[in-house]
């Protein structure tokens, strides 16, 4: 029997399509990820759906694609290697749950970015998230790919704030993890009481291997994730630098002593991607700012905001003047009130890091404090080695995680995808710097596209342990086969 018969038997015909339009979209992405496409893509309803399409991905050695975030996409885990269908999970876009005493929200892998912010602040809770994410980004998917948040105090661990979660493996086994794996099922443990927030297992921490896995081990239907109490009160600041020693002393300071909520780091090419929203402005708008600006905010909630507020502020200070850099309202015409805007809500269109040229190649790693500066002139170095690339157009975002036990650095390549010697430049200059940053001591937690292979190679016990987990959960190699484990 035709497959798309038989898809259209599991899911309703009208949703399964290999218009050559559709196909095109899923085959390829702002990544350097060689194009292919899927022989058609199919739109699952529910968990139930998705365990008939896995079933009959085995029986018929097809791969599946799982995709949930909407466009653009770039990373490249969503274009297939080997072909097969793709499995667009936006029609599973529910939030099953918000509890607010509980501070705990369910959602399915379609809910986006800009429709739980809104739901969420009707609650009075926001969601601890990455710096002015995609609005069209799944909630879900930046969870399990492992993408900081940039309120250090509240990231406790590198899976914040993902808590539990129901995944089909590829055999199509379900698995619910944590709390939420009984006893009774999900409705019969909301009637007791529970909400599925403690994510540790029986045995181990089932999750730690769905994340990152770029969809090769399973099919996640929902999850649980932590939210926070929208602040009644907020003071945002700001402090510049044309060095970023000093940002990082202050940076490390304010997070050991858990003051404020907000906290990065930004460079100027990087803040005004952020804030501009045209290629001369963001131009204009960088040959103002200094070199570094790190960004803070002091919050008060429902009990005493502004006493919470004014003690924040002084000791905040202090620890500024000892750094020997001030915490100012606004630095060099930028206001700290419009970086807070930005920086907390999901981003307008177009996604505010193709501001400067239209497209942009990211390479995030995690480093210790010590460990950064060192970094950060790395790939500066291999800027200026490239030739063909303006250090000017590097954007760096530098995050504390697991409350300043580590740094998330982002560093961002700005380029027009349009132009063959631009694209080619960058292509070069992505791998190039990587392996410099590799070999300098950056740890790629997630690696894509063409820097897969280079990572895992490197580390041949880790290797070995993926392929030995997706032989059990995948063992005819059939969720997005080539992606991750080769």
Known sequence: ???????????????????????????KDHSFARACEPCCVVRPEDGEQVKAIVKWANEARS?????????????????????????????????????????????????????????????GLRLPAPLSPRSTKSVLASCLER???????????????????????GTGDVLRTGDAAGP??????????????????????????????????GIVTWATVRCEVLPTLREPFL??????????????????????????????????????NARDSVEALRRALPRWLLFFCVAGYEFLPEERVDYQKRDAARVAERVGIPLERAVSGVSASEVLQRATHPSGEPYWKL?????CQDIPFIASYHDLQGLVATMTDAVITSGGYPLSDLGVHIQPVCQGHGYHCELSLSYDPGNP??????????????????????????????????????????????????????????????????
């Open 421 to 486: 010697a631009d694209t080619a430049t960058v292509k070069d200059l992505y791998v190039t710097a990587s392996e410099a940053l590799m070999r300098r001591g950056a740890f790629f937690s997630r690696p894509y596209d063409l820097l897969t292979s280079r990572v895992l190679n490197r580390d041949a016990a880790t290797r070995d342990a993926l392929k030995t987990l997706k032989a059990i959960h995948d063992p005819h190699n059939i969720m997005n086969p080539g992606r991750l484990v080769q």
């Open 147 to 169: 993408e900081p948040h940039i309120i250090p105090k509240y990231h406790l661990d590198h899976s914040e704030p993902l808590l539990c979660l129901e995944v089909v493996f």
């Open 355 to 359: 501001n400067h040229g239209g497209g």
């Open 63 to 123: 791969p599946l694609i799982p995709v949930s975030s909407g466009p653009p996409h770039f990373r490249g885990d969503t274009v297939p290697v080997l072909g097969g269908v793709a499995v667009d999970l936006s029609r599973m876009n529910a939030i099953r749950m918000i509890d607010r005493p509980e501070r705990v929200a369910m959602i399915e892998p379609g809910v986006r970015f800009g429709e739980l912010h809104t739901a969420l602040e009707k609650e």
């Open 1 to 27: 029997m035709d497959q798309q018969k038989i898809l259209g038997e599991i899911v309703g015909p009208e949703h399964v399509s290999d218009e050559p339009g559709v196909i095109e979209a899923f085959s």
């Open 184 to 217: 009774g099922s999900i409705e019969e443990q909301w009637e007791a009481g529970r909400r599925q927030k403690q994510h540790m297992g029986v045995m181990t921490d089932e999750f730690r291997y769905i994340q990152g896995a770029q969809g090769s081990m």
């Open 239 to 276: 402090a510049g630098s044309d060095d970023l020693e000093p940002l990082l002393d202050l940076a490390s300071k304010l997070v050991r002593l858990r003051l404020g909520d907000e906290l990065f780091i930004l460079n100027d090419h990087q803040l005004a991607l952020l804030l501009g």
